[in-house]
């Protein structure tokens, strides 16, 4: 994809990246380590590095389907034989109907001359070469911090529309060994295998309101674990040092899930602890239950912070860690944007066509040519029986 920009009048290239593209993204990410996503720089960082490292058997992989084909699926826009933007995409479900946006870094920080940023518009051609180029996506998905107000303005320019509001909690060291104090009811407590991906799907359907779980469109499938990530999910987990612990509540009566917590717990005294909880509407006096659970299966690890999400359409939550004295640490926007591929994404000049031009193609082409079919008016005999007409080709 090539286009001029209009500020600077030269062309601009939008590409997937390349081999020789990783040291100068390495250092880029490394020099705007004090930005306000600083912590989304680290890991992009930490990520680039070790594609530095393996990028022959990435680049192999990438070719077939297979779960590490979009690990890394990044494009850069070039100007000049320089840099001047970075995006990073991965698909959001199994079905790779939904795509999220991880990264976008244009302006200041990929800036060759700093007396003329960058504008506006390289991440818009950004956005837009990932839209046409990847066809399987529907939907893009976005989470951008509130107080980031440049790629507020490119994300809304380019006609994504709030989703959800989303606040991230920390529940201190000292609250979680409050919580860890009772012993929580959870009767039905049951561990998490492929043969609860049914239960887990319908939890989450019910759990987010239907606008949200039509942007999300996950499936059973994104509830199982095949062989090969259950082999990178354990060496993931060696590298980072941490640990999993899963479970959810099973309703017998209903025969439903009603609640599912996934806990990662660091044995690294310096990560806080990471949590993700899902509960039913109708029972959300689960949450203390299970919090306390969470909070017992971090015992025997160093005693570290707990982190956990929370939607704006889930006021109980936000309502429960309010009451236990939880720490908001950041508040974020999830945006998303439907894209039909069909349709190109250009102005059309539709206000100058005219209705006549518009039904020119309805007209006829040619008289229509009429048939020898005759229509004779049925008759009745002196009775009111109605008797066909006698063809015409008998003999009278």
């Given at each position: ?59 192999v992989l ?12 990044t494009y ?186 996934r806990i ?133």
């Open positions: 994809m090539t286009s001029v920009s209009p500020q600077t009048s030269t062309t601009v290239t939008v590409r997937p990246v390349q081999y020789r593209d990783l040291d100068e993204l390495a250092r880029l990410t490394a020099t705007d380590a004090g930005s306000e996503e600083s912590g989304n720089l680290v890991d992009l960082g930490r990520q680039i590095r070790q594609i530095r490292r393996w990028y022959r058997p990435f680049r990438s070719i077939f389907p297979n779960p590490l084909q979009h690990f890394f699926g850069v826009a070039e100007q000049a034989g320089r840099l001047c933007g970075l995006i990073q995409v991965s698909p959001f479900n199994r079905t790779r109907s939904t795509w999220r946006v991880d990264h976008v870094l244009v302006g200041d920080p990929l800036a060759t001359n700093p007396e003329q940023p960058l504008s506006m518009d390289i991440g818009s051609q950004l956005l837009r070469y990932c839209f046409q180029a990847i066809w399987e996506a529907r939907t893009w998905l976005i989470e951008v911090n509130v107080n980031d107000k440049a790629t507020l303005a490119l994300y809304r320019h380019n006609g994504f529309q709030t989703l959800a509001k989303m606040t991230y909690w920390e529940i201190a060291p000292e609250q979680l060994q409050n919580l860890a104090e009772r012993e929580p009811d959870l009767p039905n407590l049951l561990p998490v295998s492929n043969a609860d991906a049914s239960l887990l799907h319908q939890l989450d359907t019910v759990s987010m309101p239907p606008l949200v779980r039509q942007v999300f469109d996950r499936h059973v499938i994104d509830f199982k674990t095949n062989l090969l990530g259950s082999m990178m999910g354990s060496l993931k987990r060696w590298v980072s040092h941490t640990d999993v612990a899963c479970g959810y509540v099973f309703e017998p009566q209903r025969k439903a899930a009603i609640g599912y917590f990662a717990l660091n044995r690294n005294s310096a990560k806080p602890h990471t949590a993700q909880l899902t509960v039913h509407p109708a029972y959300t006096w689960l949450y203390p239950e299970l919090l306390a659970q969470m909070a017992r299966a971090a015992k025997d690890y160093p005693s570290q912070s707990l982190q956990l999400l929370s939607a704006d359409y889930q006021p109980e939550r936000e309502e429960y860690l309010e009451q236990i004295g939880a720490t908001r640490i950041e508040h974020t926007l999830m945006m998303s944007r439907s894209v039909w591929h069909k349709l190109r994404e250009s102005k059309f000049a539709l206000d100058g066509l005219q209705l006549s031009e518009v039904l020119q193609g309805l007209q006829p082409a040619r008289k229509p040519v009429p048939g020898r079919f005759t229509l004779h008016p049925p008759l009745e005999n002196r009775n009111g029986v109605t008797k066909l007409p006698p063809p015409e080709n008998e003999d009278s």
